[in-house]
C-alpha cells in the first residue's frame, strides 16, 4: 500500500512537472479517495487546481494539507496563493511560519522570495532566492530573481555580475539583457550595444523581441545614437502593437465613466478624519512620481509603501462586481453607492502589510491612483494628494521608451505614440475635473519645476503634506530603501537634467503628437 502511495506521488508530481494538470490532478484524487486526510493528496489537488486557475478551490486543499502536515513547502505554496487573490496579510503570516521550519528544495525557497518581493520586502526576498540558486544552480529564472532583488537594494556591481553569468549561461536571456541594461548609464567604451544587436536580430517576434528591442533602445541612447535608439523602439513597438487587440476606446470608457460618477460620488457621505494621513503620488507614468516618493520618504516621518494596488482592490471589493477588470464602467457606478468609510478601511488594512514601521506615515506611488483621486477624497479625508505633471511631449515620450508589465493590459495604451497622446488628453481632462472640484487637495508639481528649484518645490510638497522642513529630502539619493521600479537607477543619482525637453531631440517624429494635442487644446509651448 505504502509503495503504491509513493508510486502515485512520484507520478503526480512528475506530471506537474511536465505541465500535466489533468493527470496530476487524477493522481491526487486517488490519493485522497484512499485516505482523505492524506496531506501529500490535498497539497497535489491544490497545485492542480491553483494552476489551472480555480486559486479559491487550490487554497482549501492546501490549507488542509498545511493543518494535517504543515511542511515548509505546502506553507510556501500557500503564500503563492494568498498572495495571487490578494490576501496579502495571510501570506505575510503564512511565510512567517515557513521561517520556523524553511523547505528544502529550490522551488519553495524561490517563491517565498516571490511573495516576499511580492509584499515589497526585498531583504528578506533576497536570502530566499539566493537559496534557490544554490540548490538549483542552472535555473535561469532563479538567477534572474537573485538579479532584480540585487538591483531593487542597490546592489548594482553584484546584480551586473549576476547578470553576466546568467547571460553567459543563456546568452539569448531577453529580461536579463533589458535589466543589465537598465542598471546604469552605458558609455562609448562601456557598453552591450553589439551583443544587443545580434540578439535582436535573432529573436522572433513576441516578448523577448520586445524586450531586446527596448534594451538595445536605451543603450544606443546613452552611446549617444538617439535617432537610432527610436527607430528600434519604433520597430520593437510597433510589431509589438500590431499583435495587440488594444482600442483606445476600452480607456476612453474608463474616463467617462470617471467623469460621469462624480456628481454621485461627491454627495457619498465622506468618512471620518483620521490620524493616519497617507500620501498619494499619482500621475502618469515616467513623470518623476519615483523621484518624488524619494524626496518625501528621505523624511524622517515617513516610509514608502511602494505602488499598491490597495485603493484599486478596496474600490473594487466595495463595488461587488464580478467582471474581470479591476476597473471598468460597471465597478464605478456601482462604487459610488458603496460605504466610503468601508472603502478607506479596506484600503488601510491592505496596505499595512506593505508598511514597515507603523509610527510613520506612508507614501503610496501608484501612479494609476490619478482615476482614484475622489473615492480618495472621500474615503480617506486627512489623506494627502500629490501629482507630478510633465510636459505632455516628453511625458508621451517617456512612456513610449519605458518598457512597462508587458503582460498588463492597464498599460497597452503605451505602444504606440498617438494612443498615448489620446490618453494624456483624457488624463489632463480627468485632473482639471479634480482641481475644480477638489479646491486644495491635490498639489500639482510639474517635474521640470522640480529639477530647476529643487528646494523650492520640496517646500511646498512637504508644506502641502503637513511634514515640516528636513535637509534629508534634498539629498534623497542617498536614501538606502528599496526601488522597485523602472526609475531604481534614476533616483540614485541627484537631481539632474538630461530628461527636460527630450522631446525636441525627436520633433519630426513627434510632429503628429504636436497636431494630436493642437487638435485637442493641450498646449505644448
Known amino acids: 500500500m505504502m509503495q503504491t502511495r509513493t508510486r502515485r506521488i512520484d507520478a503526480a508530481r512528475a506530471a506537474l512537472d511536465h505541465g500535466d494538470l489533468s493527470a496530476t490532478h487524477r493522481f491526487a484524487v486517488s490519493l485522497l479517495s484512499d485516505n482523505p486526510r492524506d496531506a501529500e493528496g490535498h497539497f497535489l489537488l491544490g497545485i492542480a487546481e491553483s494552476s489551472a486557475g480555480r486559486v479559491t478551490a487550490g487554497i482549501r486543499h492546501i490549507e488542509q494539507a498545511v493543518a494535517l502536515d504543515p511542511a515548509g513547502e505546502y506553507r510556501a505554496q500557500l503564500a503563492k496563493c494568498y498572495i495571487m487573490v490578494r490576501r496579502d496579510g495571510d501570506a505575510a503570516k503564512i511565510l512567517a511560519q515557513a521561517e520556523t521550519a524553511l523547505p528544502a528544495d529550490a522551488l519553495s525557497r524561490d517563491t517565498m522570495g516571490c511573495v516576499y518581493a511580492r509584499l515589497g520586502d526585498h531583504a528578506a526576498a533576497l536570502a530566499h532566492f539566493e537559496e534557490a540558486v544554490r540548490l538549483r544552480p542552472n535555473d535561469t529564472e532563479y538567477r534572474y530573481n537573485v538579479a532584480v532583488t540585487l538591483n531593487f537594494l542597490g546592489r548594482t556591481p553584484a546584480a551586473e555580475a549576476a547578470l553576466e553569468a546568467l547571460i553567459a549561461q543563456a546568452p539569448d536571456h531577453a529580461r536579463a539583457h533589458h535589466l543589465l541594461a537598465s542598471l546604469q548609464k552605458q558609455s562609448a567604451d562601456r557598453n552591450h550595444v553589439a551583443r544587443l544587436g545580434q540578439s535582436f536580430a535573432r529573436a522572433e517576434q513576441g516578448r523577448d523581441r520586445l524586450l531586446l528591442g527596448y534594451a538595445l533602445a536605451k543603450e544606443l541612447e546613452d552611446v549617444g545614437e538617439p535617432d537610432q535608439a527610436l527607430d528600434i523602439l519604433c520597430t520593437a513597438n510597433g510589431e509589438h502593437r500590431r499583435a495587440l487587440t488594444y482600442d483606445f476606446a476600452q480607456d476612453a470608457a474608463n474616463f467617462d465613466a470617471i467623469e460621469a460618477a462624480w456628481p454621485r460620488l461627491n454627495t457619498a457621505p465622506q468618512a471620518q478624519e483620521s490620524d493616519d494621513a497617507p500620501v498619494f503620488i499619482i500621475g502618469m507614468p515616467r513623470t518623476g512620481t519615483t523621484l518624488v516618493d524619494r524626496i518625501l520618504t528621505s523624511h524622517p516621518a515617513m516610509e514608502s509603501a511602494g505602488e499598491l494596488q490597495a485603493m484599486p482592490l478596496a474600490v473594487k471589493m466595495a463595488a461587488a462586481t464580478h467582471s474581470r477588470n479591476v476597473l471598468d464602467p460597471e465597478t464605478i457606478e456601482a462604487a459610488t453607492r458603496a460605504d466610503m468609510a468601508a472603502i478607506g478601511r479596506d484600503y488601510m488594512a491592505r496596505a499595512q502589510h506593505h508598511r514597515r514601521d507603523p509610527a510613520l506615515r506612508f507614501t503610496d506611488k501608484f501612479p494609476g491612483n490619478f482615476q482614484y483621486a475622489g473615492f480618495i477624497a472621500r474615503a480617506l479625508p486627512s489623506a494627502k494628494i500629490v501629482c507630478l505633471r510633465r510636459h505632455p511631449m516628453d511625458?508621451?515620450?517617456?512612456?513610449?521608451?519605458?518598457?512597462?508589465?508587458?503582460?498588463?493590459?492597464?498599460?497597452?495604451?503605451?505602444?504606440?505614440?498617438?494612443?498615448?497622446?489620446?490618453?494624456?488628453?483624457?488624463?489632463?481632462?480627468?485632473?482639471?475635473?479634480?482641481?475644480?472640484e477638489l479646491p486644495g487637495r491635490v498639489l500639482e508639481l510639474q517635474y521640470e519645476d522640480l529639477i530647476a528649484d529643487q528646494q523650492g518645490q520640496t517646500e511646498r510638497l512637504l508644506d502641502h503634506c503637513g511634514l515640516d522642513w528636513s535637509d534629508d529630502c534634498l539629498d534623497f539619493h542617498a536614501n538606502s530603501a528599496p526601488v522597485s521600479t523602472p526609475s531604481a537607477a534614476q533616483v540614485r543619482r541627484p537631481i539632474y537634467s538630461d530628461s527636460v525637453a527630450r522631446w525636441k531631440r525627436h520633433a519630426e517624429v513627434l510632429e503628429p503628437v504636436r497636431r494630436f494635442f493642437e487638435d485637442h487644446g493641450v498646449p505644448i509651448s
Request: glycine share 0%; proline share 0%; aromatic share 24%.
Open 395 to 436: 511625458t508621451v515620450l517617456a512612456n513610449f521608451r519605458n518598457l512597462f508589465a508587458v503582460s498588463s493590459r492597464y498599460y497597452d495604451y503605451s505602444y504606440d505614440l498617438l494612443d498615448i497622446a489620446a490618453y494624456y488628453v483624457r488624463f489632463d481632462r480627468l485632473m482639471a475635473l479634480w482641481a475644480r
